[in-house]
């Protein structure tokens, strides 16, 4: 098995900044694809960012040019930085990955962290 774990959530002030870290143990993967989902109180979970190995980015509308994500492949960890926080920001947000598992030979999709709250408020 694989277990992502979420870290660098809290609280913080709108306009403020926070960073997000999401490292896989366990088996060894080779993740095509990691990222960030989210999901605030009575909505729908939904993308945040996204990045495969070969550097494409996905990244939604309401994040564009405040969010930025980056990967270690090598270490499979990735980061959400998070810049000019406001309120609607607030949720859990869960990383994601999706990659093959190389002692079975496995493709496996949407592996789930256990999330991490941000709170934006003042």
């Known amino acids: 098995q694989v277990q992502l774990v979420e870290s660098g959530g809290g609280f913080v002030q709108p306009g403020g900044s926070l960073r997000l870290s999401c490292t896989a143990s366990?088996?060894?993967?080779?993740?095509?694809?990691m990222g960030w989902f989210r999901q605030a109180p009575g909505k729908q979970r939904e993308l945040v960012a996204t990045?495969?190995?070969?550097?494409?980015?996905n990244i939604a509308d309401s994040v564009k040019g405040r969010f930025s994500i980056s990967r270690d492949i090598a270490k499979n960890t990735v980061t959400l930085d998070m810049n000019s926080l406001k309120p609607e920001d607030t949720a859990v947000y869960y990383c994601?990955?999706?990659?093959?598992?190389?002692?079975?030979?496995?493709?496996?999709?949407?592996?789930w962290g256990q999330g991490t709250q941000v709170t934006v408020s003042s």
């Open positions: 990045l495969t190995t070969d550097n494409f980015r």
């Open positions: 994601n990955a999706n990659g093959m598992a190389v002692d079975r030979g496995e493709y496996v999709q949407d592996i």
């Open positions: 366990g088996d060894p993967f080779n993740f095509y694809v």
